[in-house]
Each structure stands twice: as structure tokens, then as C-alpha cells.
């Protein structure tokens, strides 16, 4: 984890806002994973770049954090892989192991 991380996890106030510091800041997912209750599923996938499939499927995939109208769906995450150029079959794959 980085210092901002560190600084995060150890001010837990902050975590209150940390939709607006998904927006601002790239985070590893050892932070995230950490702070799992305090953001959006869908937030997180429309901002973090360095995501990888399986911690998408296991931490924000039809997340009990979410509200019952915003949360993170199947589509969503294929959409996110297939644009860096993962094949859906490869997402499915994955998709099945985890879930």
C-alpha cells in the first residue's frame, strides 16, 4: 500500500468519503479490499484502471455494500475487460471458477 493508503486506513474519518477519493486516486486492490463498506461498486469500476477480473467478481460483483438500485452487474464487469482487451469467453472463465 501506498502512503495515501496507509494514511486512509489509519484516519478512518476519511473512509466516509471515499467515493470522491475513487475519482481523484488510482488504488491497489490490498486497500480496497480493506475498505470494501465505505464506496460504490460501480464508482470503483468506472474509475480504478488497474482492476483485475477476479478481484471484480469476488468485491463488487452484486455486492451486499451496494443499495438494491445501484450495484455492480455481470455486464458491467465484461464491458470494463472487454475494453482492455479480454475475450468474453476469458471473462466467463473466470467468471465460473470464482462464482
Known sequence: MNEFE????TNPSELSTMNNHL???QFSEEFLIKVRPF???WKCIRTQNGLSIEFCFKYLYDSEFDSADDWTDYSEIESYFVK???SKEYI???????I
Do not use: A, V, W
Open 84 to 86: 482492455k482487451g479480454y
Open 6 to 9: 496507509q494514511h486512509l486506513l
Open 92 to 98: 466467463r472463465d473466470i467468471f465460473e471458477k470464482i
Open 39 to 41: 464506496y460504490d461498486s
Open 23 to 25: 475519482r481523484t486516486n
